[in-house]
């Protein structure tokens, strides 16, 4: 009996297109479950689904519907409704708003009416509007009114079924007040229109099918299917027929009578008028009006032209008004054309004709100055124009207008200047450039400027930049085309005469969008052009080019725009060419502008230089390399500026001899090359031997220019006879390869990767070929340090090829000077086969290489081959033994790496010899030449092809020279679980260290063979921290290791190494009954301990004694804490106890001076406290507190106890700069007390019988802000005390100022008892106790009962308690400071360096000064430093400390191991004359890098002192201290020696020193280790060599080339700082050494002078360029030589034809240099050359230049030194 209802989803099309159709319906099912079904049931009775459409509300009182149709303007109504009806579901619906024409048939229209036949047919809009849901019935049903009813008895259906209508009713009530309104625009005027609104439901409510299905294709049925009933309604719109339609601009083109020429030839917008060709309707009854669009001169804004579209009235009020319409008052008609409107219609749907409309010329005002005064321009350049009706009686108001233009520019001036033309070459294109001046983004000129009011045609008041510099040569030959005639002059332009001249400058560029230039040829180049142009073959008229769009990617500075053009627009090369321009918006144009100079369209050919210009007797030189070759020799052509490519053809033509019927045919080579000066030389090949060639050399441009040579130089008759061989190739050389040093990096230890494979592997750096020269590579191995001797380079038994040769990178072909060459991986034989032969191993470890060139048959038959290279090894084996291990030295950690390398190889090398190595290396051979007889498919077939798993032991270790370390650290999670691993840190590589001896090895390691070396190496401190250390292992961090060695180049793999676990073990006793005792004597308590051993290498222990008062109010304090040097272990002791006890001696018996001067012995020192150190030996043999403990016990004597106490002594322990900064509990004391109860006292004897004595009461500074009232008063001379039995009767400090007590009265109640508070002003004699002046009542401060003082009358005093009952006091406090005096003056600042021996780190020393005028700072027991770096936000404040009342510094850090430096000592109440002599008045303090300092910085610091229960005021900041260390610098007068050779040199330096004045400062700089960095750069581009990093004071430079210059550059840094920017390293040249060297291989040749004498070219006086003159000479020695010059007087006088002048005079020299004979390379003597120099003799090898005054002619004289191969 259950009801089930069942949806249906109308996903499918085809259910949804069934259900929603309009059919009648059946419906039958079946149940079941997933295994089997029921039959079907019967069909159903057929039923359509009717979906209700959303209908009209209904109206009031069964009215018609709210439906209101109004019009808003003569093209738009507006449509007012309710909501529609609508399903309960539904929140959203879309109507239909349909506005159709009701036009007049023909029968129906009135006489006299026409028919409307424009306008669309209907116009639709649909919109959708969101209601909110109606409910559903059974929502109704549940409301409460319905509920409410129902609950009733008896309750009538009627009464419910009229319940819920009501609420119906209801929910269409709140509806009413919401009218729907939209707005149908693109209506006709003066229309009647049959308005109506539908409903329907939005596709996405699924109600009816989505255009996706397949609907009817009827559209009707579709609306009839969705939209419901509709609201109908008729309304018309106003006005009538439409107003005519926007003026548009056209332009000549769009004009068919004026579009055959685009000259303004007729009378048609010629120059200088202000009109505009428009399209306007043909409307005779309506006007054209125009309105400027802005101010007259300015910008065009689209937005103020978008506002004047709006109906402003027709008719100005104001004929001068601004913006105001005016008449048109001259219109000319051009021709007829057709409205390209849109077609209208008659109602009958019947086209009629379109109306016309005319093209004409609308003239504007134009330019003319009025009479008697200024022009006083009013006259926009751009306007908008329309049609207004003339008689406004006639018309109806809504056609009064019609439809206004877009901005029009009615005129555009034609630029004031000439354009300017100009070449931009490039390598791969050129083009001309023309730019111009153009106001489009820049105002015009202000005030006004006219066109007419210049004078010059280049020059109208204005700067006008004209220089060409890169058109030399053009100016050259238009010269010369204007002296032949053949080139026509110009006739000069000016505006001042021609209908522009009343024309602003700039008129109308705003509007301006389009470009256009024309063109015309006025002569050629070449002659065969000019004849053509006078044949007028070639035409001089002007030729246009296509306009160009402006955009802003030509414009650019100053009001210039410019725009490139090609030879595509009908330029010919070489032609002469003149340009103008104009400028408009494709419609209306300006007048062409001035003609600008005449520019040669051509690309400038190469220029040859001179032999005055090369310095040599011939521009073309031929060396002769081999029968068939030859080398030609010529200076590098100068390009055009802007070009740097030229394009060389090296011709050989042969000398035709008639005897030889043959005909040889010439030999020419063609390449590019990039110009940069000097020399050039190429070889030609293939040519004939003994037979002699003609060599010329001609040159172009690769991509642009003419194709045509030019410049051809042409070399003499040269024979090749002799049969010289080619150069010999270049040595390869090896470098490191990236790629395998990746897979390297990636390759674990043990591992079997391809990295291990590629150890046989070796890369080479060196070209496969140089001018058509192939080479092949060889290689050769080395026996131990077998020189490279001209028998090994010509041997062939002993070279062989590699076995495979691999292009690794391409780099750049051709020689190498410098540039990088391509890389070769070459695979070299395996050394598998000859792992158990030692011998054979020892040859294998190095190669060397060369390159053979192939030579042709025709050559030699000799062979020719490279220099032998560097020895190159084949690879490395990775270190044995390698082992790492935590050292701790003196006050620092560090984890030291120790590793051996095997020398066997190298000693059995040497021990057999060289005839024994040289047979052994032809087994090698032999060996190998077998392996290659097999192929290699046979041996995969067979096996035998395997990796090399590892390198045999100790394999390349002789050749050893570097290391690299890597590290990886493993911290500790917070909660103390252990972290992931860190990135492997890969260290720079370094030198080889010295070998170790067997005393510097770790403990416990073998030392094994004799040909094993032991090396160990420090791993460097992580950066901007030092190693996390814990007591135990595994509390602190993992740092693990590895490590390779090599060469540089060559790398074995990584060597990992187990990890190491930074941890110290605790401070312990030396004996398990080690025990602290304490005693009291008087008044002074004494606490003793023996001291305890530190971690092995730690030398000291910071030691910590809290003592703990018996006390409620008491808290415990540190007594004093102290260093002192680590006893020695038990074992120690019992094994060597008289070098113990003789060391106890000799430490603890020495005097302060010894230790002052041994500043490598610390002896013990209390660093923070009151306490007083006392050495065991001070009380040893006198019986008292001490005497029979350990000679290195620690006695402390503690003076501020209170004797009527109990005190309990903890002793605790830690190191000063390694491991955690908590302290360890070492020993511990019970509870003592100074006195003992005496026997027969009463036991029930109250506890005190005299007043408690009060104790003082930190003021925190939560406690200042609280108090701040207080402070303010009487300079913040208060203070807190409390005592046991105090009472507190306010809460808070707040109340207790209410309540305040006077002086005198009763100070505070204590239980039963009420005691009077006095004090008294401390000094050294006696003064009286007066009551306080100012106390408060007992209030809680921080949980604890006191009373405030304030006002007090003294800075430091005495407090007590006095009982009037029984008329006693008690005892009083010790001196309390009232308030602290601020430090003055400021601290001073000073850099110290910290560490035993060379400094370990930085710190800065403030010196604080402890002078105050009341005393108050010499009783500070704390002191707070803050700083901050100069310029830096905020303060940083440190932690308060303990003041060093000691002889030593304080710190910032306390237990830090510090230096000996000042330090103070509170004054007791009485001061003995020890005491005074021995106060300091300023008081040392250290800041350290630990506390937040950095390297680099400028700091500013500020103090305060004062105790443990308040601070004073900060001090005035610091003088600012840079906080950098300077760079090490060369020693005076040192430099940097190099010792040359062919391939390698030797630089060698003395060691460098610290700066004078950090030196002078901290002089442990002196053994702080340096590196040195050596860069060497070299080759024509000065690219780096090599870059050398070592500590020594030499380095040898390989892989250098011979006679190479280079240039090395030594720059040091100390090796444990890191400083930032410039004291990183030395970056100035009193901080570097510099040095230039040339490697060996000039071989002797001769030097030779060059001697150039040249007239200055400002005395040439106008007759042209002067030769100059070159004189070549031998330098015979070293000795000064004299040249006598014999010099024309007139020779820059005119010449006749070459014409020999009969007398020429011949200068005379001085009479004390006509006297010396000789020729003219005679040498003066010591006597004459000093008197000519009027100075001493200066030694040989300087060039001195002797002037001489020869009538009035001066001469520069150029000497160069050369050498006779250059």
Known sequence: GTRHELEIDLSDKALSALLLADKPLQVSLRVGNAHRWSCWTAWSSPQSLVIPSPSPPPGVGGSEPKFMVSAKSPTSMEVSFLAFDRLPIVTCLEYVVT???????????????????????????????HNEPRKSDDQLFLTRDVTRLLDKDSVPMSKVVACMRELRQQELDKETDKELKVTIDGLLPCTRYLVSVAARYPAAAGIFPTPALDLPTDPMSNIKMILGECLKTEAETPGGEAPPVAPRQVGRLDVSSLADSDDPVDDVLKPGARAA????????????????????????????????????????????????????????????????????????????????????????????????????????????????????????????????????????????????????????????????????????????????????????????????????????VLAELRESNGLPTPPKESWAQSDLRHMPVGYGHRMATMVQFRFSLQSGTSPLMRREIERKVLSRGWQHAPPVEITKHHEGARATYSFEISAAVGLLDGGIYMFQIRVGNGKNWSAWSQTSKAIVFQVPAPIPP????????????????????????????????????????????????????????????????????GFIEHEITNLLPFTGYTFSVQARYPKVGSRAWSGQQVSELIVLEAAAAYQDPPTPAAVPDPEVAEEIERSSPGDTSPAEALACFATLEYPAEEDDMMYDLEYAHVLANEPDTAEMRQSQGIWHTPLDVTLADVGFQ??????????????????????????????????????????????????????????????????????????????????????????????AADQAGGAELRMQRADIFKALRDDRGVSKSESQASGTVEKVTSWPRGFGHPFVTRYQLRVRHQMLEEDGSTGDWGAWEVHPHSALPRDLEKCELFPGTAVGEQSVRWFKAELQQPKARSLIAGL?????????????????????????????????????????????????????????????????GIDCIEYQLTVIPESDSLLPFVGAVLVAPGAASAEQASSNKTVTRGMTKAYFGRTRKTVREDKSWMPAKVVAGTATLIFQQQVAGTGGFGAGMAPDSLILELTDLCPDLRYSFQVLARYPTIGPRSFQKIFEVSKISRMAPEAGEASDRLPGVLPPAPS??????????????????????????????????????????????????????????????????FSSKASEWYPVPVATCSFMYEGVPCILLRNLPFCIGQFRLFDPKISAAGPATKPIVTVYEQVDPAPEASMVALGQGAPRTMGIQLCIPLSTPQGTARRATRYQVRFRSVGGPAWEELDVQ????????????????????????????????????????????????????????????????????????????SRSLRFSISAPVPAEGSGLKVVEQDEFAELSWAPFQPEPGLEAKMPSFRQLPIEYTVTVVGGVLKEPVTSLVTRDCFVKVCGLRPNTSYSATLTARWSRFESNGQYAEGKYRDQMLMAAFVTTGLGGRQLVAELTVRMPSERIDGYGPVQSATARLPMDGVEPAAVKLALDPYYVQPRLQHYTPNFVRKPSLPTHVSGIQGRATAGFDKDEIQELHGGPWRPPGRCNLVLLNVGRLYFRLFVNVLAESS
């Open 99 to 129: 506005a159709q024409p009701l036009f007049l048939e023909a029968e129906e229209a009135e006489e006299g009416a026409e028919a409307i036949t424009e306008g669309p047919s209907s116009v639709e809009t649909v919109i959708c509007f």
């Open 277 to 476: 060709l428009l399209s306007i309707e043909d409307r005779p009854d309506y006007a054209l009006e125009y309105c400027a669009c802005a101010s007259h001169l300015a910008h065009y804004d689209p937005e103020v032209g978008a506002a004047l579209r709006d109906f402003g009235g027709s008719w100005a009020r104001k004929g001068g008004e601004e913006h105001a319409w005016k008449r048109v008052t001259s219109l000319r008609r051009i021709e007829k054309g057709v409205c390209e409107g849109v077609a209208r219609k008659s109602s009958g749907g019947d086209n009629i004709a379109a109306r016309e409309e005319f093209i004409v010329e609308a003239v504007l005002p134009l330019f003319a100055p009025q009479a008697g005064q200024a022009q006083k321009l009013l006259l926009p350049d751009v306007v908008r124009f329309r049609q207004c009706a003339i008689y406004r009686s006639a018309t109806h108001p809504c056609r009064w207008i019609g439809g206004v233009s877009e901005p029009v520019a009615v005129a555009f001036a034609p630029p004031r200047r000439p354009p300017k033309v100009c070449r931009i070459l490039s390598d791969d294109r050129w083009c001309l450039n023309i730019s111009f001046e153009l106001f489009k983004t820049t105002s015009p000129p202000f005030p006004v400027r006219l066109l007419g009011g210049g004078t010059s045609q280049y020059d109208d008041g204005d700067d006008y930049d004209d220089d060409r510099e890169d058109e030399e040569d053009q100016n050259e």
């Open 610 to 677: 001179t032999a005055a210009a090369l310095g040599a007797p011939k521009t073309v030189t031929v060396e002769v390399v081999s029968s068939t070759a030859a080398r030609v020799h010529w200076g590098d052509f100068r390009p055009a500026k802007g070009l740097t490519m030229l394009e060389y053809e090296v011709r050989a033509a042969p000398e035709q001899n008639s005897q030889i019927q043959q005909t040889i045919m010439p030999v020419s080579d063609k390449f590019e090359h990039s110009h940069r000066g």
């Open 814 to 907: 051709g020689n190498g000077d410098g540039r990088p060459q391509p890389r070769w991986h070459v695979r070299l034989p395996d050394i598998r086969p000859f792992r158990g032969d030692a011998l054979k191993l020892a040859i294998l470890q190095r190669v060397r290489f060369r390159l053979r060139a192939r030579m042709t048959p025709e050559d030699s038959s000799s062979r020719w081959w490279s220099s032998i290279s560097a020895p190159v090894a084949t690879g490395f084996a990775g270190p044995e033994d390698a082992m790492a291990c935590l050292v701790a030295h003196g006050d620092r950690l560090a984890v030291e790496v120790q590793f051996q390398l095997d020398r066997r190889l190298a000693e």
């Open 1032 to 1096: 135990h292992p595994f509390q602190g961090e993992t740092v693990q290791v590895s490590i390779r060695v090599g060469d540089g180049i060559k790398w074995s793999l990584w060597r990992n190494i187990r990890e190491v676990s930074v941890s110290v073990a605790p401070p312990r006793p030396v004996r398990d009954t080690d025990t602290a005792v304490a005693s009291w004597k008087g008044t002074v308590c004494s606490v003793a301990w023996p001291a305890v051993v530190p971690h092995s």
């Open 1256 to 1321: 003082q009461v930190p003021l925190t500074e939560a406690g200042q802000e609280q108090m701040k009232r207080w402070l303010q008063d009487g300079d913040g001379r208060i203070v807190i005390l409390s005592w046991a039995g105090l009472e507190a009767e306010a809460e808070n400090a707040r109340q207790a100022s209410v309540i305040q007590l006077s002086s005198g009265s009763l100070g505070a109640q204590s239980g039963s008892r009420h005691f009077e508070i006095q004090a008294t002003e």
């Open 1442 to 1517: 303990v003041l060093n009342t000691g002889t030593g510094f304080g710190s910032s850090s306390a237990g830090s191991s510090l230096p000996v430096g000042l330090g103070s000592r509170a004054p007791s109440p009485n001061p003995s004359s020890t005491e005074k002599n021995n106060f300091h008045e300023t008081h040392a303090v250290l800041v350290r890098e630990e506390d937040g300092l950095e390297l680099g910085c400028v700091y500013e610091f500020q103090v305060r002192v004062g105790d443990r229960c308040r601070l004073g005021k900060w001090s005035r900041e």
